[in-house]
């Protein structure tokens, strides 16, 4: 089959960072081509330079057998390369057809309402995309406002369609229509290129794998030569033992929370205790009220009814001010809008949820406060120039490690992640939770939210699940029964 | 691009002093040389430009614009703005001249600093609390603090040179410590406490933090709705400031005072590469922002352009500034 894209030794530095190294690859037309690698490989900045946000200092794309020298995003879309990103950017208050045809002619000058609604509904129903074409996008949820944002770019037809982490966001249910699509262009001859931390996926659906490792192309390998170990070995250049640390099976200290029937507007009756030295899973499907629950017990919503206690004593939640005080901490699902302030540095970040540790009397001492954000960086491997670093400079993976190090900062009594590995590769994966269970270890109790049910099975010795806005099961024994848990998880309403 | 290919340049292990003195200058580097090529422009169309006599007016011309700038630059920083500034530094500067007239200078000089610092905290607690767009609080402030200074002197003009804190007063607006106006170590002083505070303190480090994601800084624990009253605060307290400086240099408390201030104090901070979105920004550059905008208006006195003129100009400089930052931010 012939080449639509070869790439030729791309080369491309940041500052002192020498981020692509080298990489040739060739992609057939009509396959689907999946792109592996750890946080800070190089797949994002490689998809970058191919869709023109990034302009490479060497190298040579060539794309359906011509040499293309662009550096703007608009000549790589008029080739027809596209990418649906991760973080969705619709027009909240504009209906789901007006977002899939935004920009284009259909929606300048004078909107012809009847086609665009047709034309709108036709492509939803040719990808099996189950939303309705004239609800407002701010009335979707996250998931389904990922999967509009999979269908903006696919009413261009695009050629070559680089979809990078689409399920991160998405609950299984979800990910099935996704799948769906991705056979639906399958068979329109779309070529793909498929990123994901779910390695699961990546067997499942793509011809061919390409592992990334430090900025260089290790290997181009085919999907039924490849297993699981192996890829992961090429991918980290070393072995991971075991995924989740060992579970031990120690009494359940003391409760050290309570939840007594918590009602806000969104959940319902939320009742559960977590005790001193646990973590605690709660598992979910997006829009089940996981979030809506941390948002209760943070203080963060005003509680309707029942009430929070601490150590057996009630406590007043008016904000998270109050929580903290109370030795709670949430490291919040939505990195980007909630959980670290971009634009300032790593230590910046991390100093601000705990400015007791680094300050006396209002001042901060430099040293002691760079010393020890020095040595959290290490620690986790958070990969950067400096601790000076803005966040926002940072790959994914390693943002997530900063929230990770702003949890361990805090020291927190309870802490409460949400989606802890979120976008995390697997080297990185496995290190969050050997550093969660030495947290558990040494006496914090955890909650940990995640839409992974493998994460809570692997992490957590007793698990609630969440739908509609309430605690449907709590599973303690058995943990390994995904069929259960999903059975818990999906089971309307009616039945 | 040679810039990024020269730091690569530079070994691993650098000195974190002088590898931050780099981080500054990277960042601070349009003002600075704006703010030179300013100078060097000056002095070639003016002789009188670097004269003693006119750096000395200089220093002394650009102490208001300087004071009130400091709190501009912690509320511009934290996202907000405030408008009422001009109007906060007319009430400070009439109500100090009034209250000398039956108090002592010193009493009156604290009175006025708490009275207009409670403005300021009026207008955080509505902005944080009630969460309302601080364009629309300090409008309302603008017009409002405006009244109350021409409520207070009929609209004639307080004089303090017959009481009792006359000598004070007229040594803080006019005397000297050896060759260095009084005034000038006044702003010098403003400048050093906002730049400890902002660098070194804790409530520095949340107002950085508040500019770039105010969610963020809530979720971590730390009351948003406390802390978003203080940039409000310290900006009438440093317009109190600037208001009572200037009384002790024209003699009088006049209701008309600090008219077209917002204007100025907004532009220096703009000028000097803090970002109108909030998060990022320096002491040192609104330093810079604020000479550069007090050497064109020094320069163009010098060579007698009219009033009207120079509004004209510093409207279309703000505009550029605020462009040229937004490309800046976009690049980065």
Known sequence: ?495 | MSEKVLQADVPKRKNAALSGMKVYFKEQAIPLIVLLMMVIIASCISPVFLSAPNVSNLVVQVALNMVVAMGMFVVILTGGIDLGVGSVVAVAGVLVAGFMRNMPVGVAIIATMAICTLIGCFNGLIVARLRIAPFIVTLGMMSFARGVAYWYTQAIPISWTATSGADFMYWLGSGTIGPVPVICLAWLLMIAATFIFMRFTVIGRIMYSLGGNEEAVKLSGISVAKWKVFPYAFSAFCCALGGILLTARLGVGAPTSGDGLDMDAIASVVIGGVSFAGGSGSVSGVVIGVFILGIINNILDLMNVPNYPQLMLKGAIIVVAVILSTIRDKKR
């Open chain 1, 1 to 495: 089959m012939k080449p639509i894209l070869e790439l030729k030794h791309i080369e491309k530095r940041f500052g002192a960072v020498h981020a692509l190294k080298d990489i040739s690859v060739e992609i057939r037309e009509g396959e689907m081509i999946a792109l592996a690698g750890e946080n800070g490989a190089g797949k994002s900045t490689l998809m970058k330079i191919l869709t023109g946000a990034y302009t490479k200092d060497s190298g040579e794309v060539w794309f359906q057998g011509e040499k293309r020298d662009y550096r703007d995003t608009v000549t790589a879309k008029k080739l027809g390369i596209a990418q649906v990103y991760q973080q969705a950017e619709l027009v909240p208050d504009l209906t789901v057809a007006e977002n899939i045809f935004l920009g284009e002619p259909l929606m300048n000058g004078v909107v012809h309402w009847k086609t665009l609604f047709e034309r709108a509904e036709a492509l939803l129903k040719e990808y099996g995309i189950p939303i309705d074409a004239r609800v407002k996008v701010k009335t979707l949820n996250v998931a389904n406002q990922q999967l509009i944002a999979v269908a903006k770019v696919l009413q261009r037809e695009p050629k070559l369609l680089i979809l990078d982490e689409p399920t991160a966001v998405l609950s299984d249910q979800e990910v099935t229509i996704l799948f769906h699509l991705i056979a639906v262009l399958k068979k329109k001859g779309t070529t793909m290129i498929y990123i994901s931390h779910r390695l699961e996926e990546l067997f499942r659906l793509c011809d061919r794998i390409a592992i990334m490792r430090d900025g260089s192309m290790i290997t181009v390998l085919d999907n039924v030569h490849l297993n699981k170990a192996d890829l992961i070995v090429h991918m980290l250049g070393r072995r991971v033992d075991a995924m989740f640390p060992e579970k031990s099976n120690d009494v359940l200290g003391e409760v050290v929370l309570e939840a007594k029937g918590v009602t806000t507007d969104k959940v319902e009756g939320i009742s559960f205790q977590l005790h001193k030295g646990e973590i605690l899973g709660v598992a979910g499907l997006v829009g089940s009220g996981r979030t809506e629950m941390v948002r209760a017990l943070y203080g963060l919503d005003k509680l309707k009814s029942g009430s929070v206690e601490i150590g057996g004593r009630p406590i007043r939640l008016r904000s998270p001010a109050d929580a903290v005080k109370h030795g709670m901490f949430l490291a919040p699902e939505d990195r980007k809008g909630e959980a670290l302030v971009l634009i300032r540095s790593i230590r910046e970040n991390v100093t601000l949820s705990n400015f007791g540790r680094m300050a006396k009397g209002g001042f901060i001492n430099d040293q002691h406060e760079r010393d020890y954000i020095e040595t959290l960086r290490t620690e986790l491997r958070i990969k950067a120039d400096t601790i000076e670093s803005p966040v926002n400079t940072l790959s994914g993976g390693n943002q997530q490690k900063v929230v990770v190090a702003k949890a361990i900062s805090a020291h927190p009594d309870i802490l409460i992640f949400d989606e802890p590995t979120q976008g995390i590769d697997v080297g990185a994966k496995s290190e969050i939770y050997a550093l969660l269970e030495n947290l558990r270890k040494a006496g914090m109790s955890i909650l940990v939210i995640s839409s992974e049910i493998e994460e809570v099975q692997g992490l957590c010795s007793r698990l609630l699940v969440m739908r509609g806005g309430r605690i449907v099961g709590e599973v303690n024994e058995n943990l390994e029964d995904s069929e259960h848990i999903l059975s818990l998880m999906y089971r309307s309403e009616t039945a």
